[in-house]
């Protein structure tokens, strides 16, 4: 999309497939669909820094955007510091285990544009599964297939690694700068523009399960999870943080004490009586409050159930030097 003459999705849509053909060797041909005389017409038009790189590079500012050889799309986040939490005018019970404090990230790092889709977990390959996120409880097999593999392939040097991401690195990009309560300000009315969420029509698909769903606010997606990137962004280029699938964090849920801060904070297991993972984000069958960008919940990972087809997942790329003392 930055090279020389490319100006128009025509013109986009032919230099790929000269690529594509090119790279093969003549045994590939690009698929083309919907390219219609009048979209071929329509400009290029992308605010996007896009960093063209094998390995992963180290960014220079928020939003640039850098493609594994996995064809997943990251974002960069800079070092800086926020307050992570729910607001401490927010006395409702479930703001309790999400008192506000003060974190520092002493380092950069890549987060995943889109929540992981069903092609890249070696799902279902349909056309309509593609670029649906994928439902899972379990992420462990998936990380090490994806380090193995970037490595084997000369694209992970040593000192990198995908993760899941901190719940303080979650929330610092889910944010992108912002201390509201949701990623673009504090109007839940404007909720539907950016989440798949408890909304309307969920409502009406299932009153009876579903009654707790908000009756004038519509995002247009009923039961489960619909296709990445349907909705608005954040200022760091980042889809579906509200809603969609809850998110799996490193972090597991601890009540006593609730949010860590600090510098890198990331909780670990301190009892056996607390082992579920952190979630965040909200899902497609969460209240509105509970897409927050400061709100927590929980769920014991690797435990099948069906009926809570609710959870996913989101990939942090970044170094593993030693923090800065």
């Not at 090279?3 to 093969?24: F, M, N, Y």
């Not at 990445?228 to 964090?249: Q, S, T």
């Not at 597991?252 to 510098?263: A, E, M, Q, S, T």
């Amino acid at each position: 999309m930055t090279s020389p003459g490319i100006d128009t999705i025509g013109q986009l849509v032919d230099a790929v497939g000269e690529h594509v053909a090119r790279a093969s060797g003549g045994k590939q041909k690009a698929l083309v669909s919907g390219a219609s005389p009048r979209l071929r017409r329509l400009p290029v038009v992308t605010g996007i820094e896009f960093i063209g790189s094998t390995a992963p590079p180290v960014g220079t500012r928020a939003g640039q955007h850098w493609v594994n050889g996995r064809g997943m799309v990251f974002c960069w986040c800079p070092p800086g510091s926020f307050t992570m939490g729910l607001p401490e005018t927010d006395t409702s019970p479930e703001a309790a285990d999400a008192r506000p404090v003060q974190v520092t990230l002493s380092k950069g790092f890549w987060i995943g544009k889109y929540e992981v889709t069903e092609f890249q977990a070696g799902g279902r390959h349909g056309a309509k599964g593609r670029n649906l996120p994928t439902v899972t409880t379990s992420f462990e097999k998936f990380l090490t297939e994806l380090n193995e593999g970037q490595r084997k392939a000369g694209r992970l040097p040593e000192n990198w690694k995908y993760h899941l991401p901190t719940e303080a690195q979650w929330e610092y990009a889910a944010r992108a700068g912002r201390s509201t309560r949701f990623f673009f300000g504090d109007d839940v009315a404007d909720l539907p523009r950016h989440a798949n969420f408890a909304d309307e029509t969920l409502l009406k698909e299932d009153p009876a399960k579903f009654f707790y769903g908000a009756p004038k606010l519509n995002d247009g997606v009923g039961k489960g999870p619909t296709a990445v990137g349907r909705y608005l962004p954040n200022d760091w280029g980042l889809h579906d943080v509200h809603g969609n699938l809850a998110e799996f964090c490193r972090d597991k849920f601890v009540r006593v004490p609730p949010l860590v801060g600090g510098i890198d904070p990331v909780q670990t297991v301190v009892n056996q009586k607390e082992r579920n993972c952190a979630l965040r984000g909200g899902s497609w069958c969460s209240l509105a409050e509970y897409c927050q960008c400061g709100f927590r919940n929980e769920r014991r990972a690797e435990i099948a159930a069906p009926r809570l087809s609710y959870t996913g997942l989101r990939v942090v790329l970044e170094t593993q030097e030693e923090k800065p003392q």
